[in-house]
């Protein structure tokens, strides 16, 4: 497992904004990078590894949009997708496939202002936290504009929300999260961090390996943290909102490692390692070959409104008593637990 020195497009600088990636010259560049340092197709490798690029999009990555993942240092996403590239970069001939998320969102949704409003039609600002209890009492309902421009009956509407809310609490999630509008359908911010974007294409061209992207989030009634699902899967009524996603689950169980990075660690990368680790059988197969790699992700600290990054860090020692990994991306691979040993025996 060598890895490989950084190619010259890249810079580092530029991992703070928003560009447009020259996929014919990259493209080219990377079939000459491939012949110099002998890769082969990602369908050769004898020791499969999956990367995990969990909503590393401009909405979360770029300063100054609308949900930049800050951490405490104030430049979290940055630091941490200039370091997901370079681990990108360097092991470039042993990541088999990666797999990004995309957070894709409506106006509409149930966990945006436009939702809600109180008694005297205003909407609730960003980062309010809706409880059960708030609900029970009034301060919030759902605007009845909403409701009908989504074809939705007004009663529906309003035991979704009730029943919403006691769900999450019921779940030990977050109380129901009013976000700022992001991530949304067709928007720069949806899309994936140019330099980010830059080093997968590289890597499909370098490899022969199609990119498996998995857009979620776009339900208007529900949350979507996870790669693998909604927070809440049903309705008051027993109707759907949405199933585990278990053609995920089973496209990560042929690999030998899966390796996991994004943002935000507290939230939608936090909730897919929750939702690998709650199916017994899933969490004995995963958890051993599941590598998380610590620097390539960051809390959610919106100062002085919210700081999740002690409930992120005790999530992290939970993921590593239940059997994963908490590595480095600086770390060579074939140094990590459990990796030379399979490599030697495979």
Excluded at 223 to 240: A, I, K
Excluded at 279 to 304: G, I, K, N
Aim: charged share 20%; with cysteine; proline share 6%.
């Amino acid at each position: 497992m060598r890895e490989l020195p950084l190619p010259e497009h890249f810079d580092a600088s530029g991992v703070d904004a928003v560009w447009r990636v020259p996929y014919e010259d990259r493209a080219r560049e990377a079939r000459a990078w491939a012949e110099r340092h002998h890769l082969g197709p990602a369908d050769e490798d004898s020791f499969r590894i999956c990367l995990l690029a969990v909503d590393v999009q401009n909405t979360f990555c770029i300063p100054g949009f609308e949900l930049f993942v800050a951490g405490r240092s104030g430049t979290g996403a940055v630091d941490d997708n200039r370091r997901l590239c370079e681990f990108i970069y360097r092991n470039l001939g042993t990541i088999t496939r990666i797999v990004p998320s995309l957070d894709t969102h409506h106006p509409m949704q149930v966990f945006h202002a436009i939702w809600l409003i109180d008694e005297h039609g205003n909407h609730p600002a960003p980062y309010t936290l809706v409880s059960a209890e708030d609900v029970a009492a009034g301060r919030w309902r759902v605007n009845p504009a909403v409701a009908a421009a989504l074809g939705l009956d007004i009663d529906y509407a309003e035991r979704h929300l009730t029943h919403y809310t006691h769900r999450l609490a019921d779940g030990g999630k977050y109380d129901l999260t009013i976000w700022p509008y992001h991530a949304m359908l067709g928007g720069i911010g949806h899309a994936l961090a140019s330099a980010v974007e830059e080093a997968i294409f590289f890597h499909a061209i370098a490899r022969h390996s199609q990119p498996a992207f998995q857009v979620k989030g776009d339900s208007p009634l529900s949350e979507h943290y996870s790669m693998l699902g909604p927070e809440v899967t049903e309705g008051p009524d027993g109707d759907r909102l949405g199933g585990r996603n278990t053609a995920l689950i089973d496209t990560l169980l042929r690999f030998d490692a899966v390796v996991v990075a994004g943002q935000a660690k507290s939230h939608c990368m936090a909730w897919t390692i929750d939702d690998l680790l709650t199916d017994d059988v899933v969490r004995q197969r995963l958890a051993p070959r599941t590598y998380l790699l610590e620097d390539c992700t960051s809390a959610v600290v919106v100062p002085p409104a919210v700081d999740y990054t002690d409930e992120a860090d005790a999530a992290f020692q939970r993921y590593a008593a239940a059997g994963m990994h908490v590595v480095r991306s600086t770390e060579p691979i074939g140094a990590w637990p459990g990796v030379a040993d399979a490599v030697s025996h495979g």
